[in-house]
């Protein structure tokens, strides 16, 4: 269980490519500025130029943020099998949830945002699923590991309460959309690299 142990928690610390991708795919924006505090997560992932009154948007690395997508949801599906033994009793809970935040996510890379109803409606089922997931797979977490992992839980549950105020900003439209979703979708990743280090400097019960 060490060696299964550790492969998970290599999983989730590798949450930090996802920083790194989105970051790469902002440097690459043309034209009218990104904005990390209006702009959604998923314009960067627009394949085609986006015009307004104001002038032209692109994401010239588009490529890049999409794979960012993809990858990340693969890993989290990769974590969740190896990882699934260390939770036996919430399993039936955890384990849907985080199946949903991994299979949103890799659809978000698949069907990226843009200018048809079709991929908008594709694309939007996705970040639900990833968000939405990703948020309520935290607070299944906190109260699964409460009792046995006194210090992860707390720290699950922290990157809960950010994740839950920034769906809560989204839903109901208060403040910059990509702050909001960034606290609801950074929490977690955040969360997978604090829980990825935590299993890898552990020592075996």
């Not at 033994?85 to 996510?105: K, S, Y």
């Not at 890799?106 to 409606?121: D, M």
């Not at 109260?143 to 900003?169: N, P, Y």
């Not at 950074?186 to 990825?196: L, R």
């Amino acid at each position: 269980m060490t060696a299964r142990r550790r492969l998970g928690g290599a999983l989730l610390l590798l949450a930090v490519a996802y920083l790194l991708g989105e970051a790469w795919a902002v440097a690459g924006w043309r034209g009218l500025p990104y904005s990390w505090t209006d702009d959604a997560i998923s314009t960067l992932g627009v394949p085609e130029v986006m015009w307004t009154g104001e002038g032209s948007r692109e994401s010239t690395r588009y490529a890049a943020m999409n794979a960012t997508f993809v990858a990340s949801g693969v890993r989290v599906l990769l974590a969740t099998v190896v990882l699934a033994p260390f939770v036996p009793r919430w399993r039936w809970l955890v384990l849907p949830l985080a199946l949903a935040h991994g299979i949103g996510t890799v659809v978000v890379g698949f069907v990226p945002t843009g200018l048809t109803s079709e991929r908008a409606n594709g694309h939007g089922l996705g970040a639900a699923l990833a968000i939405g997931g990703g948020t309520l797979l935290l607070l299944a977490l906190t109260a699964a590991l409460a009792a046995r992992h006194r210090g992860l839980a707390a720290w699950t549950g922290a990157c809960s309460a950010v994740s839950v105020l920034g769906f809560a900003l989204v839903l109901v439209g208060v403040g910059g959309f990509g702050l909001a979703e960034r606290l609801a979708v950074d929490a977690v990743i955040i969360w997978q690299i604090g829980a990825g280090a935590a299993l890898l400097l552990s020592r075996p019960r």
